[in-house]
């Protein structure tokens, strides 16, 4: 049988389908490449360390309902369940593409640092700068050293841990992507997003926005074709 890419998601609202939407569009994947697991969802039979065979990587989503420099004891009780996963998942190198608030958390599972800073926090599309490391990484294939990428996070990883590579920053943001070890790739983006997709999310959470002008934001949209290749080279390198 066939192995999956396992999706972790974070995601208690109508944006919880969308993300899954957008992923399986922007990776062109067929729905039966992907196995989506919510974390949040107390109902959801979550995968242990064990189960990783069964899978022949992991996507880990955003999440515009949790910040790690804010979260609940609740909410860090439910996503702490899965780091057993994760961390042998980052032992075994097995392949990863970790998205905004996933990037915060393998960071954060490593002790790297996180926290809110309002002079890195963005809302709209930033260009993305690689450094020479993330020229050369396959993750960046076919993509320039500078591209505009969609954006959308209050926290931020301020320290690296200490095995990880960076890969790319943008001028407000000193951290957008880092690398671990040969097959896991961490963004700060959002590279399953166009237009219409930041559209659907500023409106769900008008909070990302300063003084709520969702419009301005839009209005100064740039697009994103380079960003967009990103998962599709995740599927690519790895299916």
């Given at each position: 049988?066939?192995?999956?890419?396992?999706?972790?998601?974070?995601?208690?609202?109508?944006?919880?389908?969308?993300?899954?939407?957008?992923?399986?569009?922007?990776?062109?994947?067929?729905?039966?490449?992907?196995?989506?697991i919510n974390v949040l969802n107390s109902k959801?039979?979550?995968?242990?360390?064990?189960?990783?065979?069964?899978?022949?990587?992991?996507?880990?989503?955003?999440?515009?309902?949790?910040?790690?420099?804010?979260?609940?004891?609740?909410?860090?009780?439910?996503?702490?369940?899965?780091?057993?996963?994760?961390?042998?998942?980052?032992?075994?190198?097995?392949?990863?593409?970790?998205?905004?608030?996933?990037?915060?958390?393998?960071?954060?599972?490593?002790?790297?640092?996180?926290?809110?800073?309002?002079?890195?926090?963005?809302?709209?599309?930033?260009?993305?700068?690689?450094?020479?490391?993330?020229?050369?990484?396959?993750?960046?294939?076919?993509?320039?050293?500078?591209?505009?990428?969609?954006?959308?996070?209050?926290?931020?990883?301020?320290?690296?841990?200490?095995?990880?590579?960076?890969?790319?920053?943008?001028?407000?943001?000193?951290?957008?992507?880092?690398?671990?070890?040969?097959?896991?790739?961490?963004?700060?983006?959002?590279?399953?997003?166009?237009?219409?997709?930041?559209?659907?999310?500023?409106?769900?959470?008008?909070?990302?926005?300063?003084?709520?002008?969702?419009?301005?934001?839009?209005?100064?949209?740039?697009?994103?074709?380079?960003?967009?290749?990103?998962?599709?080279?995740?599927?690519?390198?790895?299916?």
């Amino acid at each position: 049988m066939k192995k999956k890419i396992l999706v972790l998601q974070f995601r208690t609202d109508q944006s919880l389908k969308h993300e899954r939407d957008c992923i399986i569009k922007s990776g062109n994947f067929n729905k039966n490449d992907l196995h989506f697991i919510n974390v949040l969802n107390s109902k959801s039979k979550l995968p242990k360390a064990k189960d990783l065979s069964d899978y022949i990587g992991i996507i880990t989503g955003g999440s515009g309902q949790v910040d790690i420099s804010c979260w609940s004891k609740n909410i860090e009780a439910k996503i702490m369940k899965i780091k057993p996963l994760i961390k042998k998942a980052i032992n075994n190198d097995m392949p990863m593409l970790n998205i905004c608030f996933g990037h915060q958390l393998v960071a954060h599972f490593l002790s790297g640092v996180i926290k809110a800073d309002s002079k890195q926090a963005e809302t709209g599309t930033y260009k993305v700068f690689l450094n020479n490391n993330g020229k050369s990484c396959p993750i960046f294939k076919g993509i320039p050293k500078s591209f505009f990428a969609t954006l959308g996070h209050k926290d931020s990883v301020m320290k690296l841990p200490n095995e990880a590579k960076l890969l790319a920053q943008s001028d407000r943001c000193g951290i957008q992507s880092y690398q671990i070890k040969n097959n896991i790739f961490c963004v700060q983006f959002h590279p399953e997003l166009n237009k219409d997709g930041m559209k659907y999310r500023l409106k769900l959470f008008p909070s990302y926005a300063k003084e709520g002008n969702v419009d301005k934001i839009l209005n100064k949209y740039k697009e994103t074709p380079f960003a967009t290749k990103l998962v599709k080279n995740f599927k690519e390198l790895y299916m």
